[in-house]
């Protein structure tokens, strides 16, 4: 069965601080596909970035950084120097297979905040 | 419009009314989902319709929820007798087309579904 597993509940930093939410996953598939996305308080979630089973290449995109390992099924999110706008609960999902069809699977979610 | 449109935004009803929750997805989109997300928890799959019918309805809790998509565009999310347990924000969502890669999921801002 699929599961998303993010153990941190809440985190709290200080503004310009790094800080890696954690992310582990399972699934029996071969073939999936793994996601962040934000929901700020507003309440809309706002994806973040898609990665698919066969790229294990880290992304980094402005102060977003992500490191997919497959050998430790983890999927974990770094924001560089961070900001206050950067509070809100951080999702990490799973859809399996290779369709759209598929649905997503959500973990609990993580709680950042940001303290000028 | 340009986004998932979902309404009403807060609905209040009391214990065993009907209710109905109405999603417009991206003009085009042919995919859409109903997830539900409890407080302090993530969003939970309920059904994917793919076109006019339900293509995967297992995340659906009890036979009091129902959604329908009569043309392929709109989705009703129907619940009856409600129950307190039922509160929550209700999310839709759409994805462009179903086949080839995993494709992105948009949400709305959600329905707030209190009941008293």
């Known amino acids: 069965a699929q599961k998303v597993t993010q153990a941190q509940t809440e985190i709290s930093v200080v503004e310009k601080e790094d800080v890696t939410l954690d992310c582990v996953y399972e699934?029996?598939?071969?073939?999936?596909?793994l996601f962040w996305y934000k929901q700020p308080p507003s309440g809309e979630l706002v994806f973040l970035i898609r990665?698919?089973?066969?790229?294990?290449q880290n992304e980094i995109s402005g102060r977003y950084s992500w490191n997919f390992q497959k050998s430790t099924s983890s999927f974990n999110f770094t924001i560089t120097a961070s900001q206050v706008v950067d509070s809100a609960v951080y999702f990490c999902a799973l859809s399996e297979g290779y369709s759209s069809a598929s649905k997503i699977i959500f973990g609990s979610g993580t709680r950042l905040s940001i303290r000028p | 419009g340009a986004g998932v449109s979902q309404t009403p935004s807060n609905k209040v009803t009391e214990k065993g009314k009907y209710v109905e929750l109405r999603c417009d997805p991206i003009?085009?989109?042919?995919?859409l989902y109903w997830y539900r997300q409890s407080l302090g928890q993530g969003p939970e799959f309920l059904i994917y319709f793919q076109g006019t019918g339900a293509a995967d309805d297992s995340g659906l809790p009890n036979d009091r929820f129902f959604a329908v998509r009569p043309e392929g565009s709109v989705s009703t999310l129907k619940i009856q007798r409600t129950e307190r347990g039922d509160s929550a924000v209700y999310l839709c969502?759409?994805?462009?087309?179903?086949?080839?890669?995993?494709?992105?999921?948009?949400f709305g801002p959600g329905t707030r579904l209190t009941v008293l």
């Open positions: 990665r698919n089973s066969f790229d294990e």
């Open positions: 699934t029996r598939d071969t073939t999936y596909y």
């Open positions: 003009s085009g989109h042919t995919a």
């Open positions: 969502a759409s994805s462009l087309n179903p086949t080839g890669l995993a494709g992105m999921q948009f």
